[in-house]
């Protein structure tokens, strides 16, 4: 008994010296002590036993006790209201690095103070939506093939009419909700004019130049005797202030369900300005089709409560990550969302 306790003021002093205290429960001394029962006379053997067994405990609580200590001691405490750098116990990175505003943010905020510079409101749209607002205000009738050209993410849920909500696949979802909300404008001798900067998503094939989430900016006009002039004009005008610079605009029939006639918008290549026959952003053709627009089919304006005989409008929705891109000679849509350091301190 009298070795037991022997070792164990030994171990305990030890273990302040080890870097690992919680090797002193695999110490040489304890197996010793047990290799001592077989020659003990079986009456004092339990006794015996029992006293290794606290000796152990007390080690054990000894370590945790340290282990404990060594923790607290471990964990800085942060002062939140302290300034950068204090004594230098901030870890480097804290110490000496501002976040910087997100390369898409920030253009998206460039954007919205150009439109509104022209009149146009900013709105925002949403994350799940549903499919009336989606295709069915936009004059896609259920069942209209176009439709199939969204790539859309549906969800489990049902709205109202059995139909999956989505992930809008365009910010053209938002139309709808902005022809009533700002219907009384036109009561008012005022235009509807507004733009929703936002985020879309489609179940694409990812690559270079595609992303199952990027933005959108969606433009609506209406007011009385708004002609396709207008439309090109405002995109023209919206497009040299991003680039600061002028530009060439192209326009080409096209289709879309919500307007009539529609257009595939073309401009210059902002990049190279059709002079590089090598430029990466333009593939040395010169020309960029950047966007849909179009002049808002009746069918849309009536859904709205709007008389297609009285008022018309004009609608564009532009992808934002193209505009970026091409303005900054980005090559792949994906370092975006990436979260790359490397790429975003470039900004
Ligand atoms: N929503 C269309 C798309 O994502 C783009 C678009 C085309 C929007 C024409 C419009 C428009 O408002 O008039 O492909």
Request: aromatic content about 10%.
């Amino acid at each position: 008994m009298e070795k037991i306790a022997e070792t164990e003021a030994l171990l305990l002093e030890r273990i302040a010296q080890l870097d690992q205290p919680r090797d002193i429960l695999k110490a040489v001394e304890i197996k010793q002590l047990y290799a001592r029962l077989p020659s003990l006379d079986p009456s004092e053997r339990g006794a015996y036993g029992k006293r290794i067994n606290d000796l152990k405990h007390t080690l054990e609580q000894a370590v945790a006790s340290i282990e404990t200590e060594k923790d607290q001691a471990a964990s800085v405490p942060i002062d939140v209201t302290a300034p950068f750098d204090v004594n230098g116990s901030l870890p480097s990175l804290l110490a000496t690095e501002r976040g910087t505003i997100h390369p898409l943010t920030r253009e998206i905020a460039r954007l919205r103070g150009i439109f509104a510079r022209m009149g146009f409101v900013s709105e925002e749209s949403r994350e799940i939506d549903d499919q009336f607002h989606m295709f069915e205000t936009l004059n896609f009738p259920a069942g209209h093939p176009a439709r199939d050209d969204y790539d859309t993410f549906m969800t489990l849920q049902r709205d109202k009419d059995g139909e999956p909500f989505v992930a809008p696949a365009h910010t053209s979802t938002m139309q709808h909700r902005i022809l009533l909300k700002y219907h009384a404008n036109l009561e008012a001798g005022e235009p509807i004019a507004a733009v929703v900067p936002d985020r879309v998503f489609r179940n694409e094939d990812l690559d270079a130049r595609h992303e199952h989430t990027f933005y959108q900016v969606e433009g609506v006009y209406v007011a009385r005797d708004v002609h396709a002039g207008m439309l090109i004009a405002t995109l023209q005008k919206f497009l040299e202030e991003y680039y600061g610079k002028s530009l060439n605009v192209r326009v080409n029939p096209f289709y879309f369900p919500f307007t009539e006639p529609s257009f595939e918008f073309a401009l210059s290549c902002p990049f190279c300005e059709g002079k590089n026959p090598d430029c990466k952003v333009c593939s040395g053709e010169g020309w960029i089709e950047l966007l849909g627009c179009g002049m808002i089919h009746p069918n849309v304006l009536r859904a709205a409560g709007i008389d297609p005989e009285v008022y018309t409008g004009f609608a564009f929705g532009c992808g934002i990550d193209r505009l970026v891109m091409m303005k900054y000679g980005i090559e792949d849509v994906r370092h975006l969302e990436s979260g790359k350091l490397d790429f975003l301190r470039q900004f």
